[in-house]
């Protein structure tokens, strides 16, 4: 074997592979400073994304000079064109990994796996599918990388110890697992740190941890030498603390202790009110409300939060849809992939629809898509929700979004709030919970009258007073914003259509964003979670702002604690909410301690006081929710400790029960 490696061109294979590398950077770096702008310092970025880039070779190097070199015991031919094959098929991942990130602004990882095929079918056939330009360009690499092997792989004459070390080198990258050092905070962004970040050798890890981690649920969750307790003292803050019961057969039981903080702000209506939460896809405090920093592009919902009580420091439990429902109406721990994800096996619990309906509401979910996509209408019927309208029962009449090649997320939002509006009786007396979740602000961001708001973007634009250069910038999000803009003009029309009905007088509406839209790059690892609450009522007897931070987790608990204390609604003394409610303190301040789950694959965030943990970098969360990495080793202790604890109850979910068949007798 000794001899065929000498006599093979390996060197010029791995020129050949390297320099393909360096060219797929070279493309990706164009791409993204067309679709977004090279973020942060032009050198600094193109160094690390290179330094990035070479990891990645050392590494793919040493693996596929292993198959090189069993292969060359076959045939010295056989084994170039095998190395040449792996090879393109890797820049062809590369290629599609660049794309998805340039459209996304996110780097897939485990979560391609958290998805059925139809689900992913759908997402990159609304999203545009294989468009002309897309083959184009893959056939243009494919053509570029066969040229760069045809050309150097010959030509190329180096000693074959370069070989060996070159093996080596990749071997001791892979032993010591230097491409984790990735993931550090180094640019001034988190986009452009995910920018430069390796997207082949990211996707191989986050696979690796995917299928190498398994659960151990005989670990002692609550053996005396585990430091501290989930929702302990962060050091300057006195975080929340919740003590638990029976934690070994009820993992979050606990006592309801959530305090009414509505009730001061509230006139008392006769009949309990109906209760409406309208879930915004995408709605980000980035643009949207006061201070935010691309400018707001939602200028009814401020008019709106002008009259209400408005959270302004809100966060999202999840990076994506998955988690709003679980995390709003129930309060839920999410399980290994989203708590919906569990199917048949989702643990028997109390939610707000399941406690509301056993106190004589009537419940509703509409959505303009597919309610099966995440799951959603299996968790919903589990819940109690006696209707689901989604776009296969949406009824005639109604026009769906445009898409493209046939393929669309299904009526935009303005159809969507028509019909609810058409098919709910004004004059139904029965108390009511309905959740509404739009999808016009989803990617690929088309919507009917798309050339009306892609005008309006531009008087937007005028009308903030945006620099040439944030102009420049906000132009590459044109129909993001327009789609923005066309979300909030549809929820101007929902509110004054509700307002001539007899039932707007006693309806509470909650407005929130299922998470922050990840299409315009994000500056922070919190960012992606940052949204607005908004609750608006004619019942309301005063307005307010609440800079204090709270979760989608702390709603349910905080809406029945209202209503159990204005409107004498039975609530049980015992719940596995993981919220303790939301905070009204006027000032900045967290008393909360929670898990964030950026993906259904991905649970490495923790916000605990004002710190915030993100895989096992601490940062310090400032009063305009910016992050500032920080070095404070106690700090960084107790919220991993803190997080360990959640995430080792979490993966005891399956086979754990939440509350006692008693409880739920009584209130299912």
Known sequence: MQKSIHSTPLAGLSVAWLISI???????????????????????????????????????????????????????????????????????VQVGLTVYFGKTSVLLGADLYSYSAAEIGQTVGAAGGLSIGLLATVVAVVGLVILIFRFLVSRVQMRPGWSYGLAGLGALALLFNVGEGSAMPILETDYANNLVINKPAYLARATLTRFSEKTDNSVDIYADAYVGDYGETAGTVDVTSVKYLAENQYPFLHNDETPDVLGPFFNTAPTAPNVVILLVEGLGRAFTGPNAYLGSFTPFVDSLAQQSLYWENFLSEGGRTFAVLPSILGSLPFGQQGFADLGTQMPDHLSLPGILKKNGYAS?????????????????????????????????????????????????????????????????????????????????????????????????????????????????????FASILYTDDALRAFFAAYRKRPDFDRTIFLITGDHRMPEIPMTTKLDRYHVPLIVYSPLLKSRATFRSMSTHFDMAPTLLAFLRNNYNLKTPPVVSWLGTGIDTTRQFQNIHAYPLKMTKAEMVDFVMGTYMLNQNTLYRINNNMDLESINEPGQLSRLNATFDLFKRKNDRLQNSKLLPDSLLKTYN
């Open 364 to 480: 509703a979910f509409y959505y303009g898509g597919n309610a099966s996509f995440d799951n959603m209408s299996a968790f919903l019927r589990k819940e109690g929700v006696a209707r689901i309208v989604d776009e296969p029962t949406f009824g005639a009449g109604y026009r769906k979004a445009p898409g493209a090649n046939g393929f669309t997320w299904g009526y935009g939002d303005k159809e969507l709030f028509r019909h609810y509006l058409a098919v709910n009786s004004p004059t139904d007396t029965q108390p009511k919970l309905q959740v509404l979740l739009t999808g016009s602000t989803h990617d690929p961001f088309r919507i009917n009258e798309q050339n009306r708001y892609l005008q309006k973007v531009e008087q937007r634009f005028a009308a903030l007073n945006l620099t040439p250069d944030q102009q420049r910038n906000r132009q590459n999000y044109r129909y993001q």
């Open 22 to 92: 360096i060219s797929c950077r070279i493309g990706e770096l164009i791409y993204n400073s067309v679709v977004h702008d090279v973020p942060g310092t032009l050198l600094k970025t193109v160094a690390v994304a290179f330094l990035a880039d070479l990891v990645y070779f050392l590494q793919s190097s040493c693996i596929l000079f292993v198959i090189y070199a069993l292969l060359t015991f076959l045939s010295v031919k056989l084994a170039r064109v095998v190395y040449s094959i792996l090879c393109l098929l890797l820049i062809l």
